[in-house]
């Protein structure tokens, strides 16, 4: 019998040869609830940022494996997949350098506040950028709280700016191009702070009203990991009030970002929709690495190269 495999509607083909020509049989699904409909005998999903419930889960009998084309698996139960014999994988080599690129060029725009310069100029007001200078990032300091694989891409790609460069991290690792220093003293010393660190129970809400007071008025925060690691209304008031000087956000609670979301009314914070990862190069890798975790566990009948979980 034919292994059927789930991917979103709309799936590259270079993603789909690879399965097929593995010979697995390809449904295409808008939502879970579809791919229900469709495939409820399916042995693989692809997935991408869709939350899964543990109900759902739980409904595909025959389901081996969930491989997901990124890195957060923050939306899977990872331990309950496990306790149904199913594996979690990510795809981690795949987007950390873009991500990392993303990051370094919120870091170039906040610091020129180039793209309200952009917009005022759009508007005829040439009198914008004179009233809002930017700063240089020169002998300032950059505080990178997660220190996997982004974080140290970044941390390298970062260098060449004449920064200080310190950061943070559950276990300290050596670099060449970073300091480790303890999580308070990386909040209160940095001009610009990246939180580019997943998001776990320890980790969830971590940066809230305490981080915020402890950060210079003058700092930006740039989220480009998680929104889940933040308290949204802490940060709100942290913008509304200046109590620090803005903030670059990739990622949110809700995504899209709904259209009545405060965050628009400000002028102190640049808003992209969860793009980080979002080039040609990098969203190929995560395609054609996702779908291989399907080849190798249904295929080929090994054990995934990236599992996020332990299956007995």
Same mark, same amino acid.
């Given at each position: 019998m034919v292994k059927k495999v789930i991917v979103p509607k709309g799936f590259p083909e270079v993603g789909q040869k690879i399965l097929t020509d593995a010979g697995l049989e390809v449904v295409e699904a808008i939502s879970i609830p579809d791919a229900l409909t469709k495939a409820p005998d399916a042995q693989g999903i692809l997935a991408g940022t869709t939350t899964f419930k543990n109900d759902d889960i739980a409904k595909f009998e025959n389901l081996k494996i969930i491989a997901r084309s990124g890195v957060g698996y923050n939306n899977i139960d990872v331990d309950f997949a496990a306790s149904r014999g199913i594996w979690v994988t990510i795809t981690p080599n795949a987007n950390a350098s873009t991500v990392a690129e993303t990051t370094l060029a =919120?870091?170039?725009?906040?610091?020129?506040?180039?793209?309200?310069?952009?917009? *005022?100029?759009?508007?005829?007001?040439?009198?914008?950028?004179?009233?809002? &200078?930017?700063? =240089? %990032?020169?002998?300032?300091?950059?505080?990178?709280?997660?220190?996997?694989?982004?974080?140290?891409?970044?941390?390298?790609?970062?260098?060449?700016?004449?920064?200080?460069?310190?950061?943070?991290?559950?276990?300290?690792?050596?670099? @060449?191009? !970073?300091?480790?220093?303890?999580?308070?003293? %990386?909040?209160?010393?940095?001009?610009?702070?990246?939180?580019?660190? !997943?998001?776990?129970?320890?980790?969830?809400?971590?940066?809230?009203?305490?981080?915020?007071?402890?950060?210079?008025s003058s700092a930006y925060l740039i989220n480009t990991a998680r929104g889940q690691?933040?308290?949204?209304? *802490?940060? $709100?008031? *942290? $913008?509304?009030?200046?109590?620090?000087?803005?903030?670059?956000?990739?990622?949110? =609670? @809700?995504?899209? $970002? &709904?259209? =009545?979301?405060? %965050?628009?009314?400000? @002028?102190?914070? $640049?808003?992209?929709?969860?793009? *980080?990862?979002?080039?040609?190069?990098?969203?190929?890798r995560m395609i054609t690495g996702a779908a291989g975790e399907l080849v190798t566990t249904l295929v080929d009948n090994k054990q995934p190269q990236w599992p996020v979980n332990q299956v007995k």
């Open positions: =919120d870091i170039l725009a906040v610091s020129k506040n180039i793209f309200n310069d952009s917009m *005022a100029m759009r508007k005829g007001d040439h009198k914008y950028p004179r009233n809002h &200078p930017g700063f =240089d %990032l020169a002998n300032k300091t950059l505080g990178i709280i997660g220190f996997g694989r982004i974080g140290q891409m970044l941390a390298k790609k970062a260098s060449q700016l004449d920064m200080r460069i310190i950061y943070n991290n559950r276990t300290k690792k050596a670099n @060449d191009y !970073a300091t480790y220093v303890e999580r308070e003293e %990386l909040i209160k010393q940095s001009d610009i702070i990246c939180l580019t660190l !997943a998001v776990t129970p320890q980790t969830e809400r971590s940066f809230g009203q305490r981080e915020f007071e402890m950060m210079k690691l933040v308290d949204p209304n *802490a940060m $709100l008031h *942290a $913008l509304q009030s200046k109590q620090i000087a803005g903030a670059a956000l990739d990622v949110f =609670d @809700d995504e899209p $970002l &709904p259209l =009545d979301s405060p %965050l628009y009314q400000l @002028d102190n914070v $640049l808003l992209t929709p969860h793009i *980080a990862a979002n080039t040609v190069e990098s969203m190929t």
